[in-house]
Each structure stands twice: as structure tokens, then as C-alpha cells.
């Protein structure tokens, strides 16, 4: 994943509406911010403040309103809804705060499962799947469903599917917001391994203060605006 | 490969065994409706289509087989010199009476055919000698009716319209859609048994010289034998068949319940899949933020419709086999050929297909935030 030290993503002016005229939520407003590899961001703010919806906005999973979406050298917003799904599968891994694993698939299955879409097949998936689950140490978890699992783990089965593919771009939205303090702050510690360690770009919401040391650059959002100061 | 489409369905065992019992309850309905429905049609043109003849000669508008109006026999005369007629012969359809040994009557249909020729003899002997209706009042009757007609073996004794007959032999796979069962005899016996007046025939059975068009020894046929209608077997046999299927309502209403079948299936397998695709949406929203592209999701929800008809199919043809044994105790036969039972799987596909659109257009509307709620 070269980059050459360019700005992995880069936002300018970028706004985003839902809905029209009276009943309109400028959720997004006039935001610009570029980021580059091997650093861990963390945003903070408000409910409601539109925090998710720039995650999606740089996730490629909602196009902006008005201004401009760059990941590498692809601008976003000028791309077809076909289009975009294959910059998701090669470029960026989420994790959720409800971990959204598939309930029926064992965490070995369910990081393969991606693997198989990120076009590995058979024995090369499998043992790809067990090394990811190596790396969260999960590795003696493989046949066990979702269920089974405790919060901690089940994120950290989320963070190896993440990591499935190889994505240069680790994109999360409140990781640690269902697990206890301590569980959460290992799952930070493997994000800001992954930005620091492995060079990729890493940007979490989060609204634990307690993390904010860990962070390369903190952002905080009111209203859809977007400040690098608390306000 | 991990099959998200497999885990999923079987992760939801109720959902899925209730998916699949509706499957296979509507498999069980088509293909027994369906399948009676063919035994039918098979059996209102049995003799017909087993009669070897190329043309029927009959009186001018009959509605079927069944209603048969004398006319001339020696229209046979003039038939034998169109020019491609190979053979022409008599052949008589009556119903009569038959005495059971308990002493009632059961209405039968008298079939009489020429005993030198042979031509609309029974084609499938169990007991007996054919040649044997050459003997004054020897018939044979269809073991399918045997019960009805009170199982009176080879030599035993009862009678048609109270005139003596002697049982000469037993055929096979002559049952009559009207339930009137068929008893063979010689063309002489049966006019005498039907008191048939002499000089008349109720059909004309031809065969058409190798090398002849069917169609123009048909229509030449028609302007020398006059006053008389003139079909190919096949249209002899379609006519009948649609008179009994259509204009009695039998046939419709066999198949309606056949469609309902289909349309209870379709409901069941759409409801339980759509219901999945709910519960699993935020799973196929995953996906998709993922990278998996619309046709991947779609592909899964495909799989799963396409598993669900495969079993539903094979474990309602079991049922389907089950309760055709129970149905023939019963003397309901249903007729089931390859081909048709592909044609049910195929139906049985685009039915779980069909289910899958609901769930597809489901899948469309997703909104991509939903994944990122808790
Ligand atoms: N699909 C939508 N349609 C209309 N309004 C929406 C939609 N999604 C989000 N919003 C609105 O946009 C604003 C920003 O929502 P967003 O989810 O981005 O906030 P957030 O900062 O992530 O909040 P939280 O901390 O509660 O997750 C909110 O006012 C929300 O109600
Ligand atoms: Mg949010």
C-alpha cells in the first residue's frame, strides 16, 4: 500500500443534507479535513452532531451533498453507485460499535467469509482467516459463534474481519462504545498498533476522553461542523 | 468458500423447517392435483388412443367419445375405396347393464370390435384368450373395475341388459374416465347385447396406406363418406379429452386447486424468506459496506431460495410418493411422467425465486446508517 506520503483522504467543503426544504438536517456542514497514513485520528463530540454520517462520507457508503471526496487519486462523488463498492472492498475495513458480525458464521467463518469476497478462496482464505485471528488473539476462538463470544472478543473477531483483505483505511464508529473501560482500551491499543505499526490510516469516533492520549489528532464535531480545537 | 446463504438458513432451524414445509406441502398438492388430473385426461381418451386406427369416421357433431350416434355401416364400404384407406373397420361403443353376483346393476360400456381384424381390440390381456370373443357371448372385462363388477373369474356366468354372457378373459389399463367400466367383445355380441340396430356401426376405424398423407386421405374421406365427420386420431382424442376436462369443469377444477397450491407455496416460501431478509438486514447492510456489490446479495438470497426448493422439492416428492399409495387403495391413480416431475421442479425454482423479489427490492432500500446503529 504505497501512498508516497500523500493525503490518503481528503475532504474539501464537503456537506451533507438529508432530506429538503423545511425539514432538512444539515448533518455534514462545510467540512475540509485531509488525513494521511500511519496515524490513529479520533473524533469526538455531540449526539447528533453528524459524526457517523462523515464516517460514511469517507467510508464511500453515502455520497456528499456538495464539495469533494477524495480516497487516493479517486474522487468520490463522481463515481457510479457500481463503482463504489469495489473502493470499499479494496481500500477500507469498519468496525461497528454493535460489532455486526454474522450471527450464523464461527469467527473463523466470518473473517473467511470476507476473505471470499475479497476474491481468497479455499485453503489460502482459511489460513489468512486463522493468522488475522492470530494477530487479535483470537486464535483459539475459531469455532465459536458470535454468541459465544464475549463483547471483547466478538470486537476483536470485527477487527480481524477489518483487517481481511489487507485494507489501507480502518474506519470506526464507537468501538469500545459497548464494551468496559478496560476491554476498550485494548481494542484502541490494537488500533493505534495498526495506524502505528502497520502504517495504516486509522479514524475512530469515540466519546471516551480517557483514549484521547493514544491519538495522533483529536477532531471534534457540533452541529456538523468540524474543529481540530475542543470548543 | 463459506456459504453465508447455507449458514444463514440453517441457523434459523424453525424458520427453515417451516419454509420447507410449505414447499413441500405445495409440491405435494401440484403434483397429486396434477397428477390426477393427467390420469384423467389419459383415461377419457384410453381407447382411442390405443385403438391403432390413423382415422375415426363418426356422426356429424359429436362432442366426444363417450356420445357416440349410430350411422350406416355401409359407409365402411365406400371408406374402403378411398384411395390410401389401408384397412376401415366397424367399431361399437353401448352402455349396458352388468348384474353383479350381489344382484345390482352397474352401468358399463360395451365396446365391440371386428374378432378377424382385430382392429380396437383390448391391448393388454392379464387372463384369457382373445380369440375367444369370437365365441357367441364371451367378453372380456378391465380389472380395474373388477371390484365393481363383482370379480367373476374365466368362465363365470352374469349378465348385460339380462341376456347371458360368459367371462372370457380380463384386460389391463382400460378404465374409463366416466367410471362406466369397459367390456370387450366381438362386434356381432355387442350389437346383440346393446339390441343395436342391424345395419348400423357407431364408428369407423381406418389406417392410412404407408406413403399416404393423413391429412388429404382425411379430407378425401370426408367428400366420399358423406354426412359423417372425419378425425385424426389425435384430434378424435384432444376433442374428447377437452370436452371432459373443460366443458364438464372436472378438469378446471382439478387444476385450480393445483394453481392454489402454488399460490399457498409462493405465500409460505415469500413470507419466511422476506422475514429472514428482515431479521438478517443489518447482516446484508454489513456486507455491503464491506464491498460485497448488490449482486453478491443478491446471489446469496438466490442461494437460499434456490436450497429451500431443492429440499422442499425432494421431501415433497416423498410425501407426493406416500400418499399415491394411500390414494391408489382408494382407485385414485395418479399418472406422473419425467418430464413432468422436472416440470414441477422447475415450477417449484420459480416459485422460490418469485418468493426472493420481496426480499431483493428489500435489500435495495437499504439504508446504509442502519449498520452503525447498536
Ligand atoms: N437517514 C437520515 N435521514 C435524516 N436524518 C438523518 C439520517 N441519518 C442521520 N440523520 C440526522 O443527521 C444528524 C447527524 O446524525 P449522525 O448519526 O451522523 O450523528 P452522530 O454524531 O453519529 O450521533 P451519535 O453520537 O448519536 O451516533 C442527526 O441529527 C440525525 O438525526
Ligand atoms: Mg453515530
New binding site residues.
Partial sequence: MSTNGKNVIDLENVSKV??HGESA?H?VDRVSLKLDPGKLFILM?P????????LMLMGCLLKPSSGSVHLFDHEISSMSEQELPAVRLERIGFVFQGFNLFPALTAEENVEATLNLKGYRGEDARRRARDLLDRVDMGKRLTHLPEDLSGGEKQRVALARALAGDPPILLADEPTGMLDSKTGRKIVEILHDLAHREKRLVFM?SHDTRILHLADKTFY?DDGRLNSEHP | MVSIARKNLFHDKIRFFVAIAGIQFSVLLITIQFGVFLRFLTNASVLIDHSGADLWITAKNLQNFDFGRPFSEKKVYLAREVPGVLWAEKYLMAFCYWKTPSGSQESVQVVGFNPQTMVGAPWDIVEGNIEDVKKPMAVFYDQAEADRLGRIPIGGETEINNRRVRVAGITRGAKSFIQAAYIFTSYKNAANLAFFSRGNTVYILAKVTPGYDVEAVKQRLKEVVKDVDVYTTREFSNKTRAYWMINTGAGIALLSVAIMGLFIGTIIVGQTIYASTTEHLKEFGTLKAIGASNRDIYKIIIQQALINSVIGFVLGMLTTYGVAQLMKIGKLEVLLTGPILVGIFLITVLMCLFSSILSIYKVMQI?P?LIFKS
Wanted: charged share 10%; glycine share 24%; no cysteine.
Fill in positions: 438529508y432530506g438536517v448533518a463530540g449526539s447528533g452532531s453528524g459524526k457517523t454520517t462523515l469516533v464535531m | 439504508d446508517a
